[in-house]
């Protein structure tokens, strides 16, 4: 895995306890050479800290996203909800707020890995709305034959609503199912990954089911 954090002593912390669990770990103080570092060398996660100097944890995982889908973890000491979003809508996969406990934050980054080591899809092909999803390669095709790629979170999202096409999902069991753990964390999580997709992929219709959840419009 990558840290992307600027404070020497958290990082020699998190170091020794992810090593101590069989984890490799690298480290890098600024969102700038935590770029550079994956553009040279692939990782299987980012543990990336919003609070850096020079740019920041929002921006630099914006940057991120423009060559690498890697799930990406984000530590904050912010607590304002504006900020978990816009963490979530440059590319996060999910957030934890310090201080956190140790044994959190593993179950979290194990969860984040199994999701993206084994994903939800099966290698077929779902149709919703004349919009091809594609488990094997993950991707979307429109009716004009045009491409779309999420994210992989935002896939396995989609991909979980077209298997249950027409059934109102609630937000707990989203975040249970999609993102491999029972409600560490706020269901704001499911609500801003949604609305990527609608952005994204503006012909699929999910709908808002009041006071429960989503469902995937048949």
Request: proline share 4%; with cysteine.
């Amino acid at each position: 895995m990558l840290l992307v954090e600027d404070d020497d002593s958290i990082a020699d912390m998190l170091r020794g306890f992810f090593e101590r669990d069989g984890f490799r770990f690298l480290h890098a103080l600024t969102g700038e050479e935590a770029i550079e570092r994956l553009r040279i060398r692939p990782v299987s996660l980012v543990l990336l800290d919003l609070n850096l100097s020079g740019i920041d944890g929002v921006e630099t995982c914006r940057r991120m996203r423009e060559f690498t889908q890697v799930p990406v973890l984000m530590l904050t000491a912010r607590d304002s909800e504006i900020d978990k979003v816009l963490g979530l809508e440059m590319g996060g996969d999910d957030y934890i707020t310090k201080p956190f406990s140790p044994r959190e934050l593993m179950a979290r980054v194990k969860a984040v890995l199994r999701r993206s080591e084994e994903p939800l899809q099966k290698p077929r092909i779902l149709e919703v709305a004349e919009y091809e999803i594609d488990g094997g390669k993950r991707t979307v095709t429109t009716p004009s034959g045009g491409k779309v790629v999420p994210t992989a979170r935002e896939f396995d999202l989609l991909w979980f609503l077209a298997e249950h096409q027409g059934i109102a999902l609630s937000r707990s069991r989203i975040l249970e199912t999609v993102w491999g753990y029972e409600y560490f964390g706020e269901t704001r999580t499911v609500d801003v990954h949604i609305r990527q997709l609608r952005k994204k992929i503006e012909g699929i219709p999910i709908e808002t089911v009041w006071g429960v959840g989503y469902r995937l419009g048949e």
